[in-house]
């Protein structure tokens, strides 16, 4: 079964850190651009960081950028973002999806997605 599991989310206080995983099973990430995606409650999902299969990487909104870092590890099957300096408004549903090679913000040509993990960033 082709899969992709998020894991690491949970409760921080603003000023925070937290590293997602998003982990693959039932294929290889190598030939594949990662990205993370985002939905906050009442409003649409939105694109934060993405990484091609060589590796070069993308962050999205300009609220990310200097605070979020995705990275992967191919050995591992696994791609990471590490997140810094956590807002109240980066609280949102977290979801990684896997497309073919290069990262696109549209979130529609991405071919598998995980199910989420839950950040929440409160005090």
């Known amino acids: 079964q082709l899969q992709l599991v998020e894991s690491g989310g949970g409760l921080v206080q603003p000023g925070g850190s937290l590293r997602l995983s998003c982990a693959a099973s039932?294929?290889?990430?190598?030939?594949?651009?990662i990205g993370w995606f985002r939905r906050a409650p009442g409003k649409e999902r939105e694109g934060v960081s993405c990484?091609?299969?060589?590796?070069?990487?993308?962050n999205y909104p300009d609220s990310v950028k200097g605070r979020f870092a995705i990275s992967r590890d191919n050995a591992k099957n696994t791609v990471y973002l590490q997140m810094n300096s956590l807002k109240p408004e980066d609280t949102a549903d977290y979801y990684c999806?896997?497309?073919?090679?290069?990262?696109?913000?549209?979130?529609?040509?991405?071919?598998?997605w995980g199910q989420g993990t839950q950040v929440t960033v409160s005090s």
């Open positions: 990484v091609n299969s060589g590796g070069g990487s993308t």
């Open positions: 999806a896997a497309r073919p090679l290069l990262c696109s913000s549209r979130s529609g040509t991405y071919t598998y």
């Open positions: 039932g294929f290889t990430l190598d030939n594949y651009a």
